[in-house]
């Protein structure tokens, strides 16, 4: 089952190697954890977490308030982080434990984007990969892309991952591109949407009012 049509060209959206947060680790007993930066997520809603200047160690995601992270070694479930702890940080701490402790290796930068999927321009899947098909998270997904329509977004890559998982959209009112919640799009609490959509304010919240409805 497909819903929506994106008329867009193919381009690639990959990890910002110049752009994150640079983490400095202390150094615990006789293991020395390299200095890390995770870059901005990708086309995936994945995380890199990147050592010197273009190794990747792993990249980590979010799945039903559970992080789970890629690496050599292959996939692993490191359920919630503390509260208090986002979850980019507590993932990223313990992939530079496990690099620095040999358990898991570096892939190179080149390598994650020539392997990143790009966007698709047909068709998109009414439900994410991960998403069982079940007539609730049909009604769910089909409810979500009508206020997709309604909010003038995009999804890029997948279907409907559920409202709280990252979902990687774009903005049809300007050129921004990232992981949206769909609870926090939707409204949360009985009130509108913020007018602000996403970082860097869109085209300004007083023009987007006049456009979408659903914001006032």
């Known amino acids: 089952?497909?819903?929506?049509?994106?008329?867009?060209?193919?381009?690639?959206?990959?990890?910002?190697?110049?752009?994150?947060?640079?983490?400095?680790?202390?150094?615990?007993?006789?293991?020395?954890?390299?200095?890390?930066?995770?870059?901005?997520?990708?086309?995936?809603?994945?995380?890199?977490?990147?050592?010197?200047?273009?190794?990747?160690?792993?990249?980590?995601?979010?799945?039903?308030?559970?992080?789970?992270?890629?690496?050599?070694?292959?996939?692993?479930?490191?359920?919630?982080?503390?509260?208090?702890?986002?979850?980019?940080?507590?993932?990223?701490?313990?992939?530079?434990?496990?690099?620095?402790?040999?358990?898991?290796?570096?892939?190179?930068?080149?390598?994650?984007?020539?392997?990143?999927?790009?966007?698709?321009?047909?068709?998109v899947p009414l439900l994410h990969p991960r998403m069982p098909v079940n007539d609730r998270n049909i009604e769910g997904a089909q409810i979500a892309f009508a206020g997709l329509a309604a909010h003038h977004w995009r999804a890029v890559l997948t279907g409907f991952p559920g409202s709280d998982n990252h979902w990687f959209l774009s903005c049809e009112l300007c050129p921004w591109e990232g992981p949206k919640f769909w609870s926090h799009l939707r409204g949360r609490n009985g009130e509108p949407p913020s007018a602000r959509r996403h970082k860097g304010g869109c085209i300004g919240e007083d023009k987007v009012r006049r456009l979408i409805p659903a914001y006032h």
């Open 1 to 123: 089952m497909t819903t929506q049509l994106l008329e867009r060209p193919a381009t690639i959206t990959v990890p910002d190697t110049e752009v994150g947060r640079l983490i400095v680790p202390a150094t615990g007993g006789s293991t020395t954890v390299s200095t890390y930066r995770v870059g901005t997520p990708d086309i995936q809603c994945r995380y890199s977490v990147i050592v010197g200047e273009d190794q990747v160690i792993g990249r980590a995601y979010r799945w039903h308030r559970d992080w789970l992270v890629l690496t050599t070694a292959g996939e692993r479930n490191l359920r919630r982080p503390p509260k208090g702890t986002p979850g980019t940080d507590m993932a990223a701490a313990h992939l530079a434990e496990e690099y620095a402790a040999g358990r898991i290796g570096t892939v190179p930068l080149d390598q994650v984007i020539a392997e990143a999927p790009t966007p698709l321009c047909g068709p």
